[in-house]
């Protein structure tokens, strides 16, 4: 099955500093999906990006998928943006499968 | 109103016992997934319905049997439990003909004494 990495595995910054993830894909895929799980254990949608370039706020995302990458964006980050990042793709060759990716975990500290 | 939520938040249990999760969505999406997320975060996909049909069944003991009474609901039945089953348990919802973007609920972590 399709393989997904996301690095680095973890990150620790100062609040106010950037920061790029990374999710890197082994196959094809139709859509893109990058999640925030939250120190509740909420999973919250940050962006549904199959390619191309989409912003939100402090955050924006890439999806180069001819080169099976996307680029998780943090500006100006804060310590509500600590948690787990996961990237979710869909394989073009199956069916309404969503492979999650190994995660990010990112401590914002003050 | 919250577009997928999960019953109970929290189950404490003994093995060998049986117990249900229940997910309901009110987005109107055909698709519905359980997915188990386990100590080390990792998420993995379990069962997929698409209109009250099972989709996708990964190699998940036959203990566990989702049943989808209808396109709202999937909820989740697992016998005999053992102690490997604690972990989070999160229903999602999504678009059919793709999926779409997926939405998911706040999980449920079922931890087994």
């Known amino acids: 099955g399709i393989q997904v990495e996301q690095s680095p595995p973890d990150l620790i910054l100062q609040e106010g500093a950037n920061s790029t993830l990374r999710c890197n894909f082994s196959?094809?895929?139709?859509?893109l999906q990058w999640f925030h799980q939250n120190p509740w254990g909420q999973l919250i949608n940050l962006f549904y990006i199959p390619s191309g370039t989409k912003q939100n706020g402090r955050l924006s995302a890439t999806t180069v998928a001819t080169e099976r990458y996307s680029l998780l964006y943090i500006s100006s980050s804060q310590t509500t943006d600590s948690g787990v990042y996961f990237c979710?793709?869909?394989?073009?060759?199956?069916?309404?499968?969503?492979?999650f990716g190994t995660g990010t975990k990112l401590q914002v500290i003050p | 109103d919250t577009a997928v939520s999960q019953t109970p938040k929290y189950l404490v249990t003994q093995m060998g016992n049986d117990k249900s999760i229940k997910c309901e969505q009110n987005l109107g999406h055909d698709t519905m997934y359980w997915y188990k997320q386990d100590s080390k975060k990792f998420l993995k996909i379990m069962f997929s319905y698409n209109n009250k049909e099972l989709i996708i069944n990964e190699t998940v003991p036959n203990r566990f049997s989702p049943k989808s009474p209808d396109k709202a609901h999937l909820n989740l039945h697992i016998n005999s439990l053992e102690l490997g089953d604690s972990a989070v348990y999160f229903c999602?919802?999504?678009?059919?003909?793709?999926?779409?973007?997926?939405?998911f609920g706040e999980g449920s972590r079922l931890t087994v004494l």
């Open positions: 979710a793709v869909v394989n073009s060759g199956g069916y309404q499968k969503v492979t």
């Open positions: 999602a919802t999504a678009l059919a003909g793709g999926p779409g973007e997926l939405f």
């Open positions: 196959d094809s895929v139709n859509n």
